[in-house]
């Protein structure tokens, strides 16, 4: 997940790992823990990216240029969703990456440990992305702010995290 991170941080063309490549790299391992609460809370990959643009400043420019030539950009996505399955267009692409390494922002380092205090506090032997999603949602980070904006707070996921754990006998 945190690779994941690295990539999507490399593919935006960011210097820096940010908290919000942190949540894209979450979204982006299907199956896990802190994918189905942000599915079940109605965030996806494609949400996260559409705000990211928008806080960059860029809403809609390519849509906008490619709907003066005819083209709609909505129907071309769906046309590739459909044949190669969703999401296919949010993969970022190996070819013609930077090499090397691209540091953490201090936010994401401390989301990261935040994620290894959550992970203790549960009695777990290992950092989870429900662990890492915990540590995105406290206060002061560009994915606690996203995802405070799409109604996901950290009381509330923590809850949930919670609810979805087996019960311990004793």
């Known amino acids: 997940m945190v690779v994941l991170a690295q990539e999507i941080a490399r593919t935006r063309r960011a210097g ?3 908290t919000e490549h942190l949540l894209l790299g979450v979204l982006r391992t ?4 802190g994918e189905e609460l942000l599915a079940a809370a109605g965030i996806d990959a494609r949400t996260v990216i559409e705000e990211l643009d928008r806080a960059d400043g860029a809403p809609g420019r390519d849509a906008d ?5 005819g083209i709609d950009l909505d129907a071309v996505r769906s046309a590739v969703e459909a044949g190669f399955g969703p999401g296919a267009l949010d993969r970022p692409r190996r070819r013609g990456w930077r090499a090397g390494h691209i540091p953490f922002e201090r936010s994401s380092k401390k989301a990261l440990e935040l994620a290894l205090r959550e992970a203790i506090r549960l009695g777990d032997r290992s950092i989870g ?4 999603l915990l540590g995105l949602l406290h206060p002061d980070t560009a994915a606690s702010q ?12 923590r809850r949930a995290v919670e609810r979805r754990r087996p019960r311990r006998a004793g």
Not at 30 to 33: A, C, D, E, I, S
Not at 148 to 153: A, E, H, I, L, S
């Open 146 to 157: 996203l995802l405070d904006r799409c109604g996901t707070t950290l009381y509330g996921t």
């Open 129 to 132: 992305t429900e662990h890492v």
């Open 65 to 69: 240029a490619l709907a003066i030539l």
């Open 16 to 18: 820096r790992i940010g």
């Open 30 to 33: 299907p199956g896990t823990p």
